[in-house]
């Protein structure tokens, strides 16, 4: 099954207005003229990436700050293309930081791209996320191709290993259960066997046996 965006955002002719009555730089992004437009996108967007990071696929959030309108041709060197449907994607906060305003194109372009051949990350528009990366245990992103090698590069996906690391340790503080699970999953193999010969013992013990 393609993972990627089969439609992009169309702009109402109120909102082209809007655009061409206040846009000129990529730094009037910011301006407040264009908020209900962002809102707009979002909400248009959440479903058909069904609510995923375009680039770690991570849940996107709903509260202030957990969801990040990703220019995937970086606005401030692609300037014109800053409202571009196409160039437009919903990521988490964390790979649109990691990505910054790095280059994606092989070769300048004056028009916006029409397929990903010339992109060299996976465009969430163009290319399906399945055929370039595949994730192992939700935090292990392995590259299929030079393009899903270069999107955990600029995106720093490796760090998600981490994140998901420390959620584990935070995770077997607060539970015994969940401690003795994480300490069983790091033992060495003859602990693990160990343990569960005296699981069984125990096991047996409670039933009576």
Not at 18 to 45: P, V
Not at 110 to 115: A, D, E, L, V
Not at 160 to 177: D, F, G, H, Y
């Amino acid at each position: 099954m393609e993972d990627k965006i089969l439609s992009p955002y169309v702009l109402t002719a109120e909102e082209k207005r809007t655009i061409n009555s206040h846009f000129s730089t990529h730094k009037d992004w910011e301006k407040g003229a264009f908020d209900s437009i962002k809102e707009n996108l979002i909400a248009d967007l959440r479903p058909k990436q069904h609510n995923k990071c375009c680039y770690c696929k991570s849940e996107l959030g709903f509260d202030i700050k957990a969801v990040d309108i990703e220019h995937i041709l970086p606005k401030s060197k692609h300037g014109k293309f800053t409202f571009h449907p196409k160039n437009l994607a919903l990521s988490c906060p964390g790979c649109n930081t990691s990505k910054g305003s790095k280059e994606v194109v092989k070769r300048a372009v004056q028009n916006y791209p029409r397929s990903g051949a010339n992109i060299v990350i996976i465009h969430a528009h163009f290319d399906n996320y399945n055929s370039s990366i595949q994730i192992h245990e939700n935090a292990v992103y392995e590259g299929l191709d030079d393009k899903g090698c270069e999107t955990i590069k600029q995106c720093k996906l490796y760090r998600l290993k981490t994140v998901q690391r420390k959620a584990r340790e935070v995770s077997a503080k607060q539970s015994p259960i969940q401690e003795l699970i994480e300490s069983l999953r790091t033992a060495p193999q003859d602990e693990q066997r160990q343990f569960v010969e005296q699981l069984n013992l125990i096991t047996g013990q409670i039933n009576g046996n």
